[in-house]
């Protein structure tokens, strides 16, 4: 009997322990940062939307100026890829009010979309993985989900943080907000349910839906996201990670060795075969019923896309073989004889795009095509480094390799100088038209000023078979860079330019 009053008063006192609910340590200065996270929710709010713009460089720049007071300084003293990243997702999206190019608009904001949540996860105190180890991005992302989701009670706790009531100004601001918003709702409602109702409010409607509906709309919006904002921050702030251990299972060299001996093998019959046509000539390949314009037009993105493949199998074999394996030697060398037959290939399909542009003339997607093979090309490179020092990581190097690839590249006028190349060819000569609907409507506004300096009584073939004079679709672009400049969200330097020029 003694025995079962312990138990039950044992499981009556374990009880109550599931019904604790979370406790937040906040402070008075999380009201600020509250006040300051809505202030954000509110300004992503208004600036989203299409066309992107000088919104999301105010909205980028506006995280870090909450993000980094939320986390105190010296975050950014504690790790130096911390100060690296911010540097360049500040550069980045400064692009948004520099250029117009719809493709580097869409890549760069999946960029800092998958860029500025890893940062923030960084800034965390807690253990983390090194950024140059693959397994971080889920690590970091787990952590920024349970920020997300997981704490949305902390914004309710800074709202009394330090007080024993809320005070009456925050009761009526919320409540005022809660009633106007549900009277812009349910007014139309009730109006569409009776005439003579509707015939009565006419007037308080209108108004409400010219001052206050599309306002009300965004308040709400901005609400409802800034719990979600303000938990991941308060998580950054006081729920570190940790980091988890890592296992790496490893094969026998052989097996890798057999696999990088046959890529080896395939390469070097294929690079003998095509040395016969890169020397050779149109004499050789017309024996062979091959023209010299059809051999030279096709193959360079195959051997982009051969080359990428190459360093995965690269990375898998230097990565899961045992070095303590007796053909580890062996597998070293069979690599670093992968990564020479593929910079070749990558040489023989940046020839065959040279004679292919020097034919055809510069597209976006050319000029794209060369910096992908120079990337891949400084990708080999940091590969064979890998090969001469197998303890060194790939990624160490390879992931600065690419940010530094992609904000050079942001900041090459490409649009600028594939127009240049057309017109040229086009007043040389060489080619016969420009293609202006491609140039217009494909690019950013960098390309007006080359295609001024074309004939504009010039006719071009549109789509549907329309035709119009090159002087009205360039006024029809400009009127186009003007709406942009006029709205801040999509605001930006290459609209404002074009928009000036004529």
Known sequence: MENLEKALVSQGAAQPAQNVRKIYETTPRDRLLLAGTLALCLLLVNAAGWPWGMGNTLTVFAWYALLLPAMGREVLARRRESRVLLAYNLLLAVSFALTSNPWFRLWNFLALMVLVPLHAASLSAGELLPWWRPAMAGERLGLLCRGVFCHLGAAPAALSAGR?????????????????????????????????????????????????????????????????????????????????????????????????????????????????????????????????????RGGFFQMVGVTILNLAALMAALTFSQQESRGWRFLRWLAAALVGESLVLLASAAWRMTLYVSAYGLSFKRFMTYWGMVMMALFLLSALEKVRRPDRSFCRRALPLALAGWLVINCVPVDYLVAKNQVDRCLSGRSETVDARYLLYHLSYDTLPQLERLDGNTVYQLGGGQTRRLTDLLEERRATARADCADWRSWNLSACLAAGGG
């Open 164 to 296: 024993k009531k809320r005070s009456l100004s925050l009761t009526v601001v919320l409540g005022t907000a809660a009633a106007l918003a549900l009277v812009s709702v349910l007014l139309p409602v009730l109006a569409s349910a009776d005439a003579l109702f509707a015939a009565a409010t006419r007037g308080l409607t209108e108004f409400l839906r010219l001052h206050f509906a599309r306002g009300l709309w965004k308040l709400l919006w901005a609400l409802v996201l800034t719990p979600f904002v303000f938990g991941l921050l308060y998580s950054l702030r006081h729920v570190p990670s940790r980091a988890g251990t890592h296992t790496l299972y490893t094969v026998d060299s052989a097996l890798f060795a057999i696999v990088l001996g046959a890529l080896d093998a395939l390469y070097l019959l294929f690079l003998a075969v095509q040395s016969a046509g890169l020397f050779g000539g149109p004499e050789y390949l017309a024996q062979r019923g091959i023209s010299y314009a059809e051999w030279a």
